[in-house]
């Protein structure tokens, strides 16, 4: 059931990427939220799923973010291949023209990009810095959950429970309740569904987001102040964040971390969104 509709502004800026491609990036405000899951909702969920990296979720903490700029969508396939194909930006490593799993169809341009692993993220936001003169990054755990959130505390930012109408992901298993959705079996193009309060979309489901912290098996010590995280971390995985069109709802919760991939490795359901902004780095 729908319980209310609204309808808001955000700010933001786009940069040419050339070619007539563009990236367009949200002004996310500064703000102070409670990231991961309390207790009590952990175990609720790692009784009913039998699954026990929901207590990676925890302790919920306090984290006070400044001012970012995050991407509106995830990278899709034309802005990949506008920074991939410039050998001149190269900073590292070479990138595949079009890693993506879903292409050569008509909508393939404003998919996601998929089958990049993280050191190719990082590639990707080093060119990006190169080419517009700015600080070009992936988010930190905590940023990525405070914008996706955008001000709500339910388990998605559109309320208690998902549906078809709202995102892609594995509609043949449900989360609260609701009648099953749509099971596509593959991404959807960017922007189709409702964004949230901050004007991001695609923050559930879709392909799952590299982060650029190391992983920590769970929050105790983490930075309050949104950093990127590194310190005593394992520097082979990174958080991915938001689930994808393959999953089971609970893993598109705002909370969900997962860790299943090492960075040198991409997947079918796996891409990334980029942030401008100075943020401090442990």
């Known amino acids: 059931e729908q319980i209310r509709k609204e309808s808001k502004q955000s700010q933001y800026f786009r940069e040419d990427l050339g070619k007539g491609i563009t990236l367009e990036m949200v002004a996310i405000p500064g703000g102070t939220f409670l990231m991961g899951t309390e207790d009590e909702e952990i175990e609720r969920l790692v009784k009913k799923l039998r699954w026990e990296g929901f207590r990676r979720e925890r302790p919920q903490h306090e ?3 400044k001012p970012f700029d995050l991407g509106k969508y995830p990278i899709t396939q034309a802005q990949w291949k506008a920074i991939a194909d410039r050998q001149d930006l190269k900073v590292e490593k070479d990138l595949n023209h079009n890693p993506a799993s879903f292409k050569d169809r008509s909508d393939s341009d404003r998919r996601p990009v998929e089958q990049v692993n993280w050191y190719d993220a990082i590639e990707f936001c080093a060119r990006l810095s190169k080419l517009t003169v700015r600080e070009y990054r992936l988010p930190s755990e905590a940023e990525w959950e405070y914008a996706c959130r955008a001000g709500t505390t339910t388990p998605f930012y559109f309320g208690e ?10 509609g043949s298993y449900t989360y609260a309740g609701e009648p099953k959705a749509e099971f596509r079996q593959q991404t959807t193009p960017v922007g189709q569904f409702p964004p949230n309060a901050f004007g991001l979309y695609d923050m559930h489901g879709n392909v799952w987001e590299w982060c650029e912290d190391n992983w920590h098996d769970n929050y105790d010590g983490a930075p309050t102040d949104g950093s990127v995280w590194i310190e005593n971390g394992d520097d082979n995985r990174s958080p991915l964040r938001g689930g994808s069109w393959f999953d089971n709802p609970y893993y598109c919760r705002s909370a969900c971390r997962l860790n299943y991939l090492r960075r040198d490795f991409g997947y079918y359901h796996v891409g990334f969104r980029v942030v401008c902004g100075a943020g401090r780095t442990l």
């Open 161 to 170: 429970t998902i549906t078809g109408e709202l995102a892609n992901y594995g």
């Open 63 to 65: 984290v006070t973010i």
